[in-house]
């Protein structure tokens, strides 16, 4: 029954970039609301998706990259039509979802087996942790497709660029309370805030980059696609942090595999 929740969330988000992707294309006035409330039913399936899996579990669905993929599709879509909503920036929105859609896609792929928590990941922190990280990824995320949208355009769109930067100091509080709350969890569960571990490290090379956006767009004035491409630049950044490093490098993350 659970699976049939996903699955119904997966193609409501199909659903909804076709729906904005014909409203680009044809630019009837009833496609974007058919658009936003496909992503919004398919929120909600998945949110009955996660819930189903926390109580069959015991656990919170966050411990493995199944689960974050999933959790990672859910926030970005959720982020997704708040930039519609507010924005009325559709094209932004609807990359956003597509981007939604290829997590789900590749969570698809991956073991979907429930397994208990190591006991390193027994913790309150677990939530808070997670929880938080994911809300910033899912603002970068979109920060890096207004950003991407913003460097093919042949002109300068300042509202693509008030996006971008709005989403990143939205997206930094949360990376940085994903890394204060990681370094409390890392202290109770290993003994010390900080061990470079290289989830660490990335997480602390992807918050300078996204520093230096915030630095030189409200100190030195840098606007539109110059600052654009340090956006792009903090997006990849957090991608290797997010699958790079599980995959690649090993550390006491390993687990996220």
């Known amino acids: 029954m659970a699976t049939l929740f996903l699955n119904a969330g997966f193609g409501l988000y199909f659903l909804s970039v076709v729906f904005y992707a014909a409203d680009t294309f044809f630019g009837k006035k009833f496609l974007p609301a058919l658009a936003r ?3 919004i039913a398919g929120i909600t399936f998945i949110s009955a998706y996660l819930v189903i899996r926390w109580q069959i579990a015991g656990r919170p669905p966050f411990s493995n990259m199944f689960e974050s993929l999933v959790v990672f599709g859910w926030a970005i879509a959720i982020v997704a039509v708040f930039v519609d909503l507010r924005y009325k920036s559709r094209p932004i929105a609807m990359g956003a979802v597509l981007v939604s859609l290829l997590a789900l896609g590749y969570a698809a792929l991956l073991d979907k087996t429930i397994t208990p928590l190591l006991p390193a990941l027994k913790s309150n922190w677990l939530t808070i942790h997670v929880l938080t990280c994911f809300i910033g990824y ?20 300042e509202n693509l660029d008030t996006i971008s930067y709005r989403m990143i100091a939205f997206g930094f509080l949360f990376l940085t309370l994903g890394i204060i709350s990681g370094s409390v969890w890392a202290n109770s569960a290993w003994g010390t805030y900080w061990s470079w571990d290289p989830k660490e490290t990335w997480s602390l090379i992807t918050w300078f980059i996204y520093a230096i956006y915030l630095h030189q767009r409200t100190r030195k004035g840098w606007r539109g696609k110059k600052v654009a491409w340090v956006s ?6 957090m991608v290797f942090t997010y699958f790079g490093v599980n995959y690649l490098l090993k550390g006491l993350h390993s687990y996220g595999r």
């Open 37 to 39: 409330g496909a992503v």
């Open 138 to 157: 899912a603002a970068l995320t979109v920060s890096f497709v207004s950003s991407a949208v913003l460097l093919v355009r042949k002109d300068e769109d």
């Open 232 to 237: 792009v630049v903090g997006f990849m950044a």
